[in-house]
C-alpha cells in the first residue's frame, strides 16, 4: 500500500507483527521497501530503504501531487491546502532566492508554531539553503552564540524576538512576521517571479540544530535530507500508518521533536498539521476533539496534565489513535487511566536525540503497559549496541553506554571537528546515555552518564530514582543530583515537585523504602509547589538544582536518615 507521498508503507499486516513480545527490531515487510547496505555521510557503512524520495522538498511535492487539494495546515481560522501551501513555498522560496541566498547559506528561524515558521522552513530548504530553528525561550546570549558560530544569512523572526538578535553579525536582513519597525516586512519575501531552483543531494544539510546545552555551550547538529527522510519512513513503517493523519503540533516545531516526527511525518503522510503556540491541557483537549485529531507527540508532563484535566471525559477523542512521548518514563498509573478512558489510542514510547534526528527506538503500543520502563525497541535501518567503559560489547542485560548507528545519524557539528570526532566510535554515535538491551532487545535508558552518581563505590542511576519517586500518587515532578562527600564521594539530592503540601519527605522515604536499595535512597531531600527547572526542551536543568542543592546549607534540606 501507498501512502500520499508515494512512499511504500505498511498497513494492517505490519500492525499485527508488533503484538508479539518477541520482535527485536521493527521490520517493514520485503514487498514494501526493502533494506540496502549503503556508504553514507563520509563514509559509515548502514541500512537505508531502496525506495525512498531524494530530497526533503521531494517528499513535500509527493504529497502536494497525490492530493492537492487536501488539508495540510490548520493555524487559528486560517486553513491552507497542500496546493496552497505549495504555491506559498515556492514564492517564498523564490524570494529567497532574488534576495540573495545562495546554497549552502543558513537562515535562522525563530518563531513559535504558526503559520510562518511552516513556510520559512520549507521555502529555505526549496532554495537549497539550511534551515537554523530558534526556540522562543533562547536567550540573548544563547541567540548570539548560535549566530556567531552558524553565521546566517537571514533570519526569520517575530517583533518580540528581534531584540535578542546581535547588533553585529554576518545576517544581511531580519525579516519580520508580524511588525517589520526592526526588520523588513516578512512578505517581502512573498515573490511569485519564477526562479530556478537547486537539486539538493540527499547528503547535503537541509537543518542545523543546536544542542539544548545542557553540558556547555550548544552545538549545531548537521541534519541532512537522508536524515529527516529516514525518519519519517522510520514512523510511517513502525506505527503502520497507511493513511493521512491530523497531526497536533503544541511541542515547538523549532525542536527535533516537533520538526521530525510531527510537523515532517505529517507531511510525509499527506495528513494536516494543526497548530499551537502554547500548552494549555483544557485548549488540548477542546482541540484533539474539534479537529479530530489522530497523532500527536507530547512529553509525559503534558499528557498527565491532560489525563487530570476535569474536563476530559467531556470531550469525543475517539479519532485519536497515536500518542507518542518521549523525554521520560511515562508512571504505569497515567498509562492505566488514559487507556481505560481512551481504549483505542496507542501509547507508544520513543527514544532518540537530535544527532538522531528525534528517534532510534520505539515501543511497540501493545507492550507499552507491560514494559513502561523501557523506549522500545530499535528502528529497522538502525543498529543499538550497549558497550562499557573500554568500548567493547556489553553482555545483555548489563549496562554501559548506548551507541547509536543509523541513516537517521547527523553528520556532523557544524564548525566542530573535534566534538564530532569525540563523538562519535567506529561509526556509532555515542548517545553518552547509561543503558542496557535485554536479550528480546527491549532498551533501558539508565541515566546520563553526567548524571550517575557513585556513592560509596555503589552506581546510583538517578533515573531509576527518579522514575521510583513518580510512582508516588503526590509527586509531580522531581529531579535527583550528587553532592559531593569526603567520606563516601557524592551523596544523593532530591528535588521533589508535590501535588499538595500534605507530601512530606518522611512519606517518601517511605515509599521508596520497599522499593529500591537502600543506599540508593535520597541523603537529603527538598520537596516543593513551584514547577523544577527545565530549559527550553523540557529538559531538567541539573546544574541549576546542583547549585540549589550547593548553596543551601545541608541542614536545612529536610535530612531523612535511612
Known amino acids: 500500500m501507498n501512502s500520499p507521498s508515494g512512499i511504500p508503507l505498511a498497513g494492517a499486516f505490519e500492525r499485527s507483527m508488533r503484538t508479539t513480545a518477541d520482535v527485536s527490531r521493527w521490520r517493514a515487510p520485503l514487498e514494501l521497501n526493502r533494506t540496502l547496505e549503503a556508504t553514507v555521510h563520509g563514509g559509515r557503512k548502514v541500512r537505508v530503504y531502496e525506495s525512498r524520495p531524494r530530497s526533503y522538498d521531494a517528499m513535500f511535492r509527493a504529497s502536494v501531487a497525490r492530493n492537492p487539494d487536501a488539508e495540510a495546515v490548520v493555524c487559528g481560522q486560517r486553513r491552507l491546502s497542500y496546493g496552497e501551501l505549495d504555491d506559498l513555498v515556492q514564492r517564498y522560496a523564490s524570494g529567497l532566492l532574488r534576495a540573495g541566498l545562495r546554497a549552502g547559506e543558513r537562515v535562522a528561524v525563530m518563531l513559535d508554531n504558526r503559520l510562518e515558521y511552516v513556510v520559512a522552513v520549507l521555502a529555505c530548504v526549496r532554495a537549497g539553503g539550511i534551515a537554523v530553528p530558534l526556540g522562543t525561550r533562547l536567550g540573548p546570549m544563547?541567540?548570539?552564540?548560535?549566530?556567531?558560530?552558524?553565521?546566517?544569512?537571514?533570519?526569520?523572526?517575530?517583533a518580540e524576538c528581534t531584540s535578542r538578535f546581535p547588533v553585529q553579525s554576518t545576517m544581511r536582513r531580519v525579516y519580520v512576521v508580524d511588525d517589520s519597525r526592526d526588520g523588513q516586512p516578512f512578505d517581502a519575501l512573498d515573490n511569485a517571479a519564477p526562479v530556478d531552483l537547486p537539486s539538493p543531494n540527499e547528503e547535503d544539510t537541509m537543518m542545523i540544530v543546536y544542542t539544548s546545552g545542557t553540558t556547555g555551550k550548544p552545538k549545531g547538529a548537521c541534519l541532512t535530507h537522508l536524515n529527516f527522510i529516514h525518519t519519517c519512513l522510520h514512523y510511517l513503517y513502525a506505527l503502520g500508518i497507511d493513511a493521512p493523519q491530523r497531526a497536533l503540533l503544541?511541542?515547538?516545531?523549532?525542536?527535533i521533536a516537533g520538526f521530525g516526527p510531527v510537523l515532517s511525518v505529517t507531511l510525509a503522510s499527506g495528513g494536516a498539521l494543526v497548530l499551537m503556540k502554547a500548552f494549555k491541557a483544557t485548549s488540548v483537549l477542546e482541540t484533539l476533539a474539534r479537529e479530530r485529531i489522530t497523532y500527536s507527540v507530547m512529553v509525559p508532563t503534558m499528557i498527565q496534565l491532560c489525563q487530570m484535566d476535569p474536563?476530559?471525559?467531556?470531550?469525543?477523542?475517539?479519532?485519536?489513535?497515536?500518542?507518542?512521548?518521549?523525554?521520560?518514563?511515562?508512571?504505569?498509573?497515567?498509562?492505566?487511566?488514559?487507556?481505560?478512558?481512551?481504549?483505542?489510542?496507542?501509547?507508544?514510547?520513543?527514544?532518540?536525540?537530535?544527532?538522531?534526528?528525534?528517534?532510534?527506538?520505539?515501543?511497540?503500543?501493545?507492550?507499552?503497559?507491560?514494559?513502561?520502563?523501557?523506549?522500545?525497541?530499535?528502528?529497522?535501518?538502525?543498529?543499538?549496541?550497549?558497550?562499557?567503559?573500554?568500548?567493547?560489547?556489553?553482555?545483555?542485560?548489563?549496562?554501559?553506554?548506548?551507541?547509536?548507528?543509523?541513516?537517521?545519524?547527523?553528520?556532523?557539528?557544524?564548525?566542530?571537528?573535534?566534538?564530532?570526532?569525540k563523538a562519535f566510535h567506529e561509526g556509532y554515535w555515542r548517545s553518552g546515555d547509561v543503558a542496557k538491551i535485554d536479550t528480546a532487545g527491549r532498551v533501558y535508558i539508565l541515566d546520563r552518564i553526567k548524571d550517575m552518581i557513585i556513592r560509596g563505590g555503589f552506581k546510583i542511576f538517578s533515573a531509576e530514582l527518579e522514575n521510583a519517586l513518580l510512582l508516588h500518587s503526590g509527586v509531580a515532578d522531581c529531579a535527583v543530583v550528587g553532592l559531593p562527600d569526603e567520606v563516601l564521594g557524592e551523596k544523593t539530592?532530591?528535588?521533589?515537585?508535590?501535588?499538595?503540601?500534605?507530601?512530606?519527605?518522611?512519606?517518601?522515604?517511605?515509599?521508596?523504602?520497599?522499593?529500591?536499595?537502600?543506599?540508593?535512597?535520597p541523603d537529603f531531600w527538598r520537596v516543593t509547589l513551584e514547577p523544577l527547572p527545565r530549559n527550553q526542551n523540557g529538559k531538567l536543568q541539573k546544574g541549576l538544582i546542583k547549585e540549589l542543592a550547593t548553596r543551601d546549607n545541608t541542614p536545612d534540606l529536610n535530612s531523612v536518615s535511612h
Not at 503544541?250 to 525542536?255: A, F, L, Q, S
Not at 518514563?329 to 532518540?352: C, D
Not at 515501543?363 to 522500545?376: C, E, F, I, N, R
Open 493 to 521: 539530592f532530591a528535588l521533589v515537585q508535590v501535588k499538595t503540601a500534605a507530601t512530606s519527605p518522611q512519606d517518601l522515604a517511605a515509599f521508596l523504602s520497599s522499593r529500591i536499595a537502600d543506599y540508593k535512597r
Open 142 to 158: 544563547d541567540v548570539a552564540h548560535i549566530i556567531a558560530n552558524c553565521e546566517p544569512a537571514f533570519a526569520v523572526t517575530m
Open 250 to 255: 503544541v511541542v515547538p516545531g523549532t525542536h
Open 311 to 421: 474536563s476530559l471525559k467531556d470531550h469525543d477523542l475517539s479519532a485519536w489513535r497515536y500518542c507518542i512521548y518521549g523525554g521520560a518514563i511515562m508512571p504505569a498509573a497515567v498509562i492505566e487511566r488514559f487507556s481505560a478512558v481512551l481504549p483505542g489510542l496507542s501509547m507508544v514510547n520513543a527514544y532518540g536525540a537530535t544527532e538522531t534526528c528525534a528517534v532510534c527506538t520505539m515501543m511497540p503500543a501493545a507492550l507499552t503497559k507491560q514494559q513502561p520502563d523501557s523506549v522500545g525497541i530499535s528502528l529497522e535501518c538502525d543498529d543499538l549496541v550497549v558497550v562499557d567503559e573500554h568500548g567493547a560489547p556489553a553482555a545483555p542485560g548489563t549496562s554501559g553506554e548506548l551507541l547509536v548507528r543509523g541513516p537517521n545519524v547527523f553528520l556532523h557539528y557544524w564548525r566542530d571537528p573535534q566534538a564530532t570526532e
